[in-house]
């Protein structure tokens, strides 16, 4: 390999941590990523109860626009570190993302538009990337069906003030057809089992788990596939559409384990899951690779739950149940949301 190579960034590189604590607390102080932080006082206020029919939607955005009783869900994600990487996969991942939110709301997603502003015009790197960039959306709004005018990107060029990484930003409306149908992510009663469809890899790539606790900033992007996603929202509608789940959250930003942590949080409940023993415990938890989502399920749907994924031949791994509010993995206490890994940290 010569110096100006340089070396793919593969899982055997750093080594799985002794202290999932240390690696807990750490990641808790990123206000992007921390469920609890300064930025949350500044939030929008929550959506009316009334309106519709629920108690935990404020990040929902869930809206209804007139009389007939059609609600609408909108959801914005947008991306530039992954664009860098492969723009033609970065740009069905941010679609995939939302959709997933949409269809874990109980919304059937429709339309999309997307936007890609500080591109340099002048440059043949900056016009590939947009190009890759147009197939990926393409190949997305295929899959998952939804209306993108005229595959058209809306563009913003460079500013004055310096080098600013192009930015790929993507926004997605979903109609749900009832108050009955709206689905939430929190985790809702002690005792209800969680279980994850999709499958975990040794996969940390592209991580915030990889980027802020090992500071390792480039890598290739995690586990995705496009076709499987499509399987996992048609099953989802279903899931959801038969009353099997109580709750419903795709595997986002910081991986299961803050997941489930924002899940627990709105109703100060806790988790006590088991890693896949198969799977590095770092990857598992903090693991950022996509086609995965979170269910709570009453137990006594749980078998009719399972049924229905083996029929349609979507992985599925029971991870443990919601407890009081204790944090528990692998049999390992960790605290109380009260007053355990959130109360301490804010303390």
Not at 208 to 222: A, G, R, T, V, W
Request: proline letters at 4%; hydrophobic letters at 45%; glycine letters at 6%.
């Amino acid at each position: 390999m010569s110096e100006t190579e340089t070396k793919v960034f593969t899982i055997d590189q750093v080594s799985e941590p002794e202290d999932l604590r240390n690696v807990i607390y750490s990641m808790i102080a990123i206000p992007h990523l921390s469920p609890v932080n300064i930025f949350s006082e500044f939030a929008s206020a929550a959506i009316d109860s009334k309106q519709v029919g629920k108690d935990d939607l404020s990040g929902a955005g869930i809206f209804q626009i007139d009389e007939d009783g059609m609600l609408f869900s909108q959801t914005i994600y947008a991306d530039y570190k992954r664009l860098a990487v492969d723009p033609f996969v970065a740009a069905q991942i941010i679609v995939a993302k939302a959709v997933r939110r949409l269809v874990c709301y109980g919304a059937e997603p429709v339309a999309m538009s997307a936007y890609l502003n500080n591109v340099d015009f002048a440059s043949p790197i900056a016009e590939e990337m947009v190009m890759a960039a147009r197939l990926g959306l393409n190949a997305a709004a295929t899959v998952f069906n939804l209306q993108f005018p005229n595959w058209k990107i809306f563009y913003d060029k460079v500013n004055s003030e310096g080098a600013v990484p192009p930015t790929l930003t993507v926004s997605l409306v979903g109609k749900i057809k009832s108050r009955d149908q709206v689905m939430t992510p929190s985790l809702k009663k002690k005792g209800h089992n969680i279980l994850m469809i999709g499958r975990s890899f040794n996969d940390i790539n592209a991580s915030e788990y990889l980027d802020h606790f090992h500071e390792i900033k480039n890598s290739p992007l995690m586990h995705f596939n496009l076709s499987f996603e499509s399987k996992l929202m048609t099953a989802t509608k279903e899931l959801i559409k038969n009353n099997l789940v109580v709750s419903a959250s795709p595997v986002g930003i910081g991986g299961l384990f803050f997941t489930l942590l924002r899940d627990a949080l709105p109703h100060e409940l806790g988790f006590d899951i088991t890693t896949d023993a198969e799977i590095r415990s770092d990857a598992f938890l903090f693991g950022e690779g996509m086609g995965r989502i979170v269910f709570s399920v009453e137990e006594e749907r749980e078998d009719e739950f399972v049924d229905f994924l083996y029929d349609h031949n979507i992985p599925v791994i029971t991870l443990g149940h919601v407890t009081k509010g204790e944090i528990r993995i692998d049999d390992q206490s960790l605290g109380f949301v009260d007053k355990g890994i959130v109360g301490e940290y804010l303390d």
